[in-house]
């Protein structure tokens, strides 16, 4: 009662509220700094921790600054300046050192004991303050109430970092500020009731600067305080922002801006959840960008990115409700599309492949866009996410190899391909190990004098169950796997062997695949194969295409000039296909134009196809190179070559591919 009569009758209640407002609002400041403080470590934590102390140590200063001048002691009150500041230093430093050991993570105990030291901080800065308490007058203190006081602050004060760092009481987050406000009422009026004031003289107090002195000390006290909260907002829209950033980087593809893999499958299992308790269906849609190697290989990485970035953009903008797209590697995309009625989706992929089909300009170059697509639907199609993906696959591979359709929807016939391909993946891996392949040899000949001048290897591959495969087919297979390095190893070193054996020295030419070209060390391995089989170097010819170099010119120019240095011979492949750049021919130092077997078959019937094999004979002519045409089947094609100045041929008219003992055979039988 004495407590509560030292309140109500000894202190002026508006005073008295503006300290609990200046309290709450400070507390609020103090334990948002404090959760900063526990959410980092080392430096970090010692930084929010004294932010902290210092809003702890302002508020408990304000709330009792302003509750003792709210106190009418019948007399005009003063404050001695010097015990003034010790008391805020008291609060600050205690508050510190009570902050920082409830954090302890060594401690059992730690925030019960951290809290106690606050207490006891908040008690010290109390009676610190209270010697700077000047009246014209004696003051009485009895001991029961400071004990009581301490006990009070103590306790609450344990509680309070109880509740702060190891919640007895789940989602309460303002209970701490709460029980640290309380904490510092208790002490401060059981300590003033422990008080006794005699005026020396009559004398009435000034209501007006009593409350002047109050609001000066708010405003001290808040512009500590106030640093803490600016500090405390600023680092959460900072953090904010980080999330953000941190958020948009996990869940979206940079270069392209769209969601990425993980976003998919997100958005594809809320959307199957959603599917299955409204019956609508949903379309999984797979995206593979054609020729999108060709693109790196001939204009860069740097437009094969841009590429990336325009397809990323028109895709995002042709979206509506129920769409979703996003980039999960490389150049594949998957869309997904909530639909009720099959014309829905049919829209949708018709837009899809509007976007993906308009051409793109990349700097000065126009370049042809498409795309292979496949579909697999929920339910039809698969009853969970990973079958739908799996199945979108195989229809958007089925696409890929039907040139007359863009757009394949899953057909449990697919599967039975995907799984043919795997298998036979899988043999092509053991089929070296297996001495599965074998060389066959087409002869070249002079078309003036019908002398043979070389034959080319040709790699054949017996399969045990399927017999011969076509090049055609495992070739492909085998650069994206990359056993066409270890094949075209094998080819190089058998052709060569068995050219050593030949009666007489024809030369031998030998296709190098792109993927040999950049990924193997072609120079060391033809100097290693002409010194183990004994070739002259002379003999061979190396038959490139232009694909192979024109990504990196300046590399594949020093790779051809070690070539060359060998004593090696080029023949570039498959003129007048592909990019047929003259200037390649004026750069690289090759040694014959091979002109495309498509162009021979159809000089018969083709002026254009007569006119461009004229006009690589003439180039051919004024380079100084001579030209091979491939391709001749026909009596006639031969004549056509040979009143054009063709200077050598082949084709099955001169010889089909067989291994050598069968042509050996057909040489002895023609002698």
Known sequence: MRVISCLVVEHNLWLVLLALLVGIAGSWVTFRLFRQAQAREGRQRAGWVLLASQAAGSSIWCMHFIAVVAYDAGTPITFDPAWTMVSLFVAVAGSTYGLWLALSPSLRAAPELGGAIVGLAISAMHYSGMFAFRIEGTIEWEAGYILLSLIFAVLLGALTFRQAVKPLVKNAGLLPVGLFVLTVVSLHFTGMAAITVTPAAAAESSAASSALAAFAVVGVGMLVAGSGAISYLIDEQTSQETLKRLRQLALHDTL????NRPSA???LDSELAAATRTGLKVAVIGIDLDRFKEINDVHGHKAGDDVLATIGRRLAALLEEGEFIARIGGDEFMAVKRFEERSQLEVFLARLDAALTAPLRIGSTDLASAASIGVAIYPDDAADREGLICHADVAMYQSKTDLTHRISFYEAEMERAILERYALVQDLGRALDLGQFALHYQVQKCVATG???????????????????SPAVFIPIAEETGHIIAIGEWVLRTACAEATTWELPHRIAVNLSPVQFINADIPGLLQNV???????????????????????????????????????????DDFGVGYSSFDT???????KIKIDGCFTRDAEHSSEARAIVRSVLALGRSLGIPVLAEGVETGEQLAFLRIEGCVEAQGYHLGRPAPMDRKRTAIALAG
């Open 530 to 572: 002409l010194m183990e089989t004994g070739l002259p170097p002379e003999r061979l010819d190396l038959e490139i295409t232009e694909s192979t170099f024109i990504a990196d010119k300046a590399k594949a120019l020093h790779v051809l000039r070690q070539i060359k240095a060998l004593g090696v011979s080029l023949s570039i």
């Open 256 to 259: 392209t801006g769209l969601p």
């Open 265 to 267: 499958l997100d958005h």
């Open 451 to 469: 002398e043979t001048v070389g034959y080319e290897a040709l790699l054949r591959w017996r399969h045990p169950r399927e017999g011969y495969i």
């Open 585 to 591: 021919l004026r750069s690289f130092p090759f040694d």
